[in-house]
């Protein structure tokens, strides 16, 4: 026997109840937009009313939702409502705290495909609620060329020389991004104009500025590897176009919420 047997055991038949969802730490909410969709899949039956908007900075207490119908689909569906806002409440709120930082510069914060099995969408949803901006969602929407791409390939001008027939051949019209280690192989980059960004890999901020100086606005830039919230703003004073952090989605922090019954 499936099913829930805790709200089986304590309502019988229809049993109308209301609920508030509660904010218990300081947060940029995110997710309120997704809960309404959760809560009318559960039950369309169920009455969502959204009391904030995503990416509305919050304070403890702060009350976010109010939800009233039948008791079993509601507490059927509340954890599942309430993992999907933390997680996503807490890489919106890390995200907005870091975009905060380097808003003096040009510089923008993507994340990366280092994301929760199963979960990549929410997750880069709420990177784009706190003010980030989503990189590619998948190894469909983009060719990234890596290192591991440029070595298998025997080079950077291999690597290119192929990409540029297999999106000839296929009739593909996706950004290119290539990864590069060093001045050499930013050198070999140079001759293809059609490549949309080069990214600089594992660099100090003094080296990646000398290296943005040298591709000298030809290319979009970005920064990637070993940036941290410490040394953020180092690296985008440097000119760099963007600056993509995995910690984004794997170490942001889930915000306590929780659901009240009235």
């Known amino acids: 026997m499936g099913g829930d047997h805790t709200s089986n055991a304590c309502f019988e038949g229809i049993a109308d109840r209301e609920a508030v969802l509660m904010v218990k730490g300081d947060c940029v909410i995110a997710g309120v937009t997704l809960a309404q969709k959760i809560f009318h899949h559960a039950d369309n039956s169920l009455k969502t009313e959204l009391l904030v908007n995503d990416g509305e900075k919050l304070k403890a207490g702060a009350i976010a939702l109010r939800i009233k119908g039948n008791a079993k689909s509601l507490l059927a569906s509340e954890r599942l409502v309430l993992n999907c806002m933390q997680?996503?409440?807490g890489i919106a709120t890390l995200t907005h705290r870091l975009t905060e930082k380097i808003k003096h510069t040009s510089c923008k914060l993507l994340d990366t495909r280092k994301t929760?099995?199963?979960f990549r969408y929410p997750e880069k949803w709420a990177v784009?609620?706190?003010g980030g901006q989503n990189h590619r969602m998948g190894l469909f929407d983009a060719i990234?060329?890596?290192?591991n791409h440029v070595d298998f390939c025997g080079g950077?001008?291999?690597a290119l020389d192929k990409?540029?027939?297999y999106l000839e051949q296929n009739q593909l019209d996706i950004p290119v991004i290539i990864e590069v280690r060093n001045a050499r192989e930013i050198d070999q980059v140079m001759p293809f104009s059609w490549v949309k960004r080069i990214l600089l890999d594992n660099m100090s901020p003094k080296i990646l500025r000398e290296n943005i100086d040298r591709i000298h606005g030809e290319f979009e830039?970005?920064?990637s590897g070993n940036i941290t919230e410490d040394n953020l703003v180092s690296y985008a004073e440097t000119?760099?176009?963007y600056a993509s952090m995995g910690a984004l989605t794997y170490a942001a922090v889930p915000v306590d919420l929780s659901l009240k019954a009235l």
Do not use: N, Y
């Open 87 to 89: 997680r996503m409440s």
């Open 116 to 118: 929760t099995p199963g």
């Open 128 to 130: 784009a609620i706190g």
């Open 144 to 147: 990234m060329i890596k290192d």
């Open 156 to 158: 950077i001008k291999q």
């Open 163 to 165: 990409t540029k027939a």
């Open 221 to 223: 830039t970005e920064a």
């Open 239 to 241: 000119g760099v176009d």
